[in-house]
């Protein structure tokens, strides 16, 4: 990894992060999976599903400690997930990333390095990207949060998931979602111009299997359709 790899508005120093650095302790990478790539590119198509979920009860996102309860601290947090309200309990201290995971269910969204650095977690608040790892979830108090299961309509797919598909942007799959919504943001920001562009946009979504070439290849064109480019 290079210092360039981090400098972009990921970064976990950068002026207009929403994140928190302090969030969270380290954890591993999830379990390995065996799904096709539309699978991986859609995951909305089963997680939305479940949007039922999304009105849960007292509930921490801290793997392995105790629910809160009102009396211990826990904090009401309304906010949009995908297009639904959501009102969860939580610890102050949870961050985004894991009330996504543990406790909306939303798993679309990957937990790597859970430092700032690997991008994997890379999520929409109000059309920004940012880390959710580091972000805390008290901070999407009323506003609206978008993760790579809210990205598709129905059966049909965002641009950028079809383009990594068609451009075979992908090898195992882990990095993907966190690519996708940050390249998005990357089209959306106006910086999908050139590959050189696109590359230090994307300088903070790492992949391990080094599939970049194929992944600016496949930003360049979903910019295209998107008509921003
Ligand atoms: S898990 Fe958030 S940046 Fe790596
Ligand atoms: S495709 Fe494997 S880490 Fe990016």
Same mark, same amino acid.
């Given at each position: 990894?290079?210092?360039? @790899?981090?400098?972009?508005?990921?970064?976990?120093?950068?002026?207009? =992060?929403?994140?928190?650095?302090? /969030?969270?302790?380290?954890?591993?990478?999830?379990?390995? *999976?065996? !799904? %096709?790539?539309?699978?991986?590119?859609?995951?909305?198509?089963?997680?939305?599903?479940?949007?039922?979920?999304?009105?849960?009860? *007292? /509930?921490?996102?801290?793997?392995?400690?105790? #629910?809160?309860?009102?009396?211990?601290? /826990?904090?009401?947090?309304?906010? %949009?997930?995908?297009?639904?309200?959501?009102? !969860? *309990? #939580?610890?102050?201290?949870?961050? @985004?990333?894991?009330? #996504? =995971?543990?406790?909306?269910?939303?798993?679309?969204?990957?937990?790597? &390095?859970?430092?700032?650095? &690997?991008?994997?977690? %890379?999520?929409?608040?109000?059309? =920004?990207?940012?880390?959710? &790892? #580091?972000?805390?979830?008290?901070?999407?108090?009323?506003?609206?949060?978008?993760?790579?299961?809210? @990205?598709?309509?129905?059966?049909?797919?965002?641009?950028?998931?079809?383009?990594?598909?068609?451009?075979?942007?992908?090898? &195992?799959? *882990?990095?993907?979602?966190?690519?996708?919504?940050?390249?998005?943001?990357? !089209?959306?920001?106006?910086?999908?111009?050139?590959?050189?562009?696109?590359?230090?946009?994307?300088?903070?979504?790492?992949?391990?299997?080094? /599939?970049? !070439?194929?992944?600016?290849?496949?930003?360049?064109?979903?910019?295209? =359709?998107?008509?921003?480019?």
């Amino acid at each position: 990894m290079t210092n360039t @790899l981090l400098e972009h508005s990921d970064h976990p120093d950068h002026p207009d =992060r929403l994140d928190d650095r302090d /969030a969270g302790s380290t954890v591993g990478p999830d379990r390995p *999976f065996t !799904v %096709t790539r539309r699978a991986v590119l859609a995951t909305g198509a089963a997680a939305a599903a479940t949007a039922p979920l999304l009105q849960m009860e *007292f /509930a921490s996102a801290q793997t392995g400690s105790p #629910l809160p309860s009102p009396s211990q601290g /826990a904090i009401a947090l309304r906010t %949009t997930v995908n297009g639904e309200a959501v009102t !969860v *309990f #939580l610890d102050t201290r949870t961050s @985004l990333l894991d009330v #996504l =995971r543990e406790t909306l269910n939303l798993t679309g969204t990957k937990k790597g &390095c859970d430092h700032g650095q &690997c991008g994997a977690c %890379t999520v929409h608040v109000d059309g =920004r990207r940012v880390a959710s &790892c #580091l972000t805390l979830a008290a901070k999407a108090e009323g506003r609206s949060v978008t993760t790579i299961e809210g @990205l598709s309509s129905g059966d049909a797919l965002h641009p950028m998931q079809q383009a990594f598909i068609d451009h075979d942007a992908l090898q &195992c799959g *882990f990095c993907t979602p966190g690519q996708i919504m940050g390249a998005v943001a990357c !089209v959306n920001e106006g910086h999908a111009t050139s590959p050189e562009s696109i590359r230090e946009s994307m300088s903070g979504n790492l992949c391990r299997c080094g /599939a970049y !070439v194929t992944i600016v290849t496949a930003i360049s064109d979903a910019a295209r =359709r998107m008509g921003e480019a």
